[in-house]
C-alpha cells in the first residue's frame, strides 16, 4: 500500500477557486490509480474524481464536472484537484485515495475499490 496526505483544505467563500494536494509515499507512484472522494456533514463519502495511471483518462462525478480538474504528477508522486466555482455544497472533508488496479469506469467511484487512504483535508465554503 501507498502512504497519502492531503493538503490545502481551508475555509473560503463561494464563487472562490482552491487547490488540494496529495502526496504519495513510496517508488511506484504511477503503478496506482488515483482519485478524490469528499465527504460532507453528516453524509456519506462520495465520489469526486479519479485519474488513470498514466494521466490520460480521467473520471468526474456529476456535481463537479466542468468545475474540477484532476491531475498528477510522478515526479512529484503528487495528485491535485483544481476546484473553481465553489459552492457551499462542496464543502466537505475531501479524501486522497489509491490502488493499483486498472482503471475502470465503473469502479473508481466505488469506495471498497481503493486500498488506500489519506487523513482527509477539510473544505468549508461561506455563502
Known amino acids: 500500500q501507498v502512504q497519502l496526505a492531503e493538503s490545502g483544505g481551508g475555509l473560503v467563500q463561494a464563487g472562490a477557486s482552491l487547490r488540494l494536494s496529495c502526496t504519495a509515499s513510496?517508488?511506484?507512484?504511477?503503478?496506482?490509480?488515483m482519485a478524490w472522494f469528499r465527504q460532507p456533514p453528516g453524509k456519506e463519502r462520495e465520489f469526486v474524481a479519479a485519474i488513470s495511471q498514466t494521466g490520460i483518462i480521467t473520471s468526474y462525478g456529476d456535481s463537479v464536472k466542468g468545475r474540477f480538474t484532476i491531475s498528477r504528477d510522478s515526479t512529484k508522486n503528487a495528485v491535485y484537484l483544481q476546484m473553481s466555482g465553489l459552492k457551499p455544497d462542496d464543502t466537505a472533508v475531501y479524501y486522497c485515495a489509491a490502488d493499483s488496479s486498472a482503471f475502470n469506469i465503473l469502479d473508481v467511484v466505488n469506495t471498497n475499490n481503493y486500498a488506500s487512504w489519506g487523513q482527509g483535508t477539510r473544505v468549508l465554503v461561506s455563502s
Open positions: 513510496g517508488r511506484t507512484f504511477e503503478t496506482y490509480r
